[in-house]
């Protein structure tokens, strides 16, 4: 894929993103390019990576980098409800890993694996910032959840189940 193929309106975002750095540092855009692409996409592939790295004239292996370094850009396609729980050491002393163990077992999926149904992917976060909170975990890149005790995550999950029936 190349910047040939980049729609006129993803130009146009791009380009607006661009404009906000001097011309000699329009790198500095490479994130919020990948965030409009997965926007778009719904998640940021190869393909998609090298069409970033090409119009902003970057390595593609450094726009890879951005892409694997941060959890808010889904590789490949993911579920409607993205669900990172945090399992980085804090979090791990205060049930990180049996929130998501426990998140497993009701999902039927383990952790990287989206639900048959398409709705839930279970994803684990190295650090999101809310120690004092947890075990805490992310919704869709927005919405963050603290003290998820088995209970309030069975909440959770019935919750959003529910709002789609």
Request: with cysteine.
């Amino acid at each position: 894929m190349t910047s040939s193929m980049i729609s006129e309106q993803t130009k146009a975002l791009f380009d607006r993103e661009v404009a906000k750095y001097p011309t000699s540092q329009k790198q500095s855009a490479v994130m919020a390019c990948l965030q409009i692409v997965q926007q778009e996409r719904g998640f940021v592939s190869a393909e998609s990576e090298k069409l970033v790295a090409e119009y902003l004239g970057m390595a593609p292996i450094a726009v890879h980098e951005v892409t694997t370094f941060y959890n808010m850009y889904n590789q490949q396609p993911v579920g409607k409800y993205k669900l990172n729980v945090c399992t980085n050491l804090p979090c791990q002393l205060r049930d990180g890993a049996k929130a998501l163990q426990h998140l497993e077992h009701k999902l039927g999926v383990a952790m990287g694996e989206t639900t048959k149904d398409g709705m839930f992917t279970l994803q684990q976060s190295e650090c999101l910032g809310a120690c004092a909170d947890s075990p805490v975990m992310l919704v869709n890149d927005i919405h963050m959840c603290s003290f998820m005790s088995n209970e309030k995550l069975d909440q959770l999950i019935d919750g959003l189940k529910s709002a789609e029936a």
